[in-house]
């Protein structure tokens, strides 16, 4: 057997096959950013109902008021900046970049926790209503619900035998 030759995994069908139904729903906006660094921040969850499309970012340790969630065109954007981590990084970033947001008398032993702005783009189906998104913000679960509109909710109704 030839020990240079390299081999390829072959991609489980399935997999693909869920990848494309998940694309067309909610895609992640190329050109944005390098969207397998920002999945170490923030992981997305998308679940679908008849009614609307549910989508959880996992977001520990950040406010409410850090998130910044916006709808342009068909682009949905959720970003969050830390302001006290900015505030620190503008005065000397060499000094206070692993330094946690506590008072100046508490030195540091160890520090894990690091909470990195992020942003994440996606494209909405044609089956949204850009108009009905509501957010909400609970144990470090961002989700946000986005109704579908009237037209792309299943038809369910019982058709009587004369």
Sequence with gaps: MNR???????PNAFAN????????LFTPATGHQ????????????????????TLELQAAGWNKEDFNIKIEGEFLTISAKSKVEQ??????PQETADQPSASP??????????????????TLSDKTNKDSVEASYE????????AKLEAAKPVKKTIEIS
């Design 34 to 53: 390098n969207h397998s660094s920002i999945c170490k921040h923030a992981p997305v969850n998308i679940t679908e109902s008849d009614d609307e499309y």
């Design 139 to 146: 144990n470090g679960i961002l989700t946000l619900t986005i």
């Design 105 to 122: 008398d508490v030195k540091v032993i160890k520090r894990e926790f690091k909470r990195r702005d992020f942003k994440r783009t996606f």
């Design 87 to 92: 505030a620190k990084a503008d005065l000397d």
């Design 4 to 10: 240079n030759r390299k081999f390829r995994s072959q």
């Design 17 to 24: 096959d869920l990848n494309k139904f998940i694309d067309e």
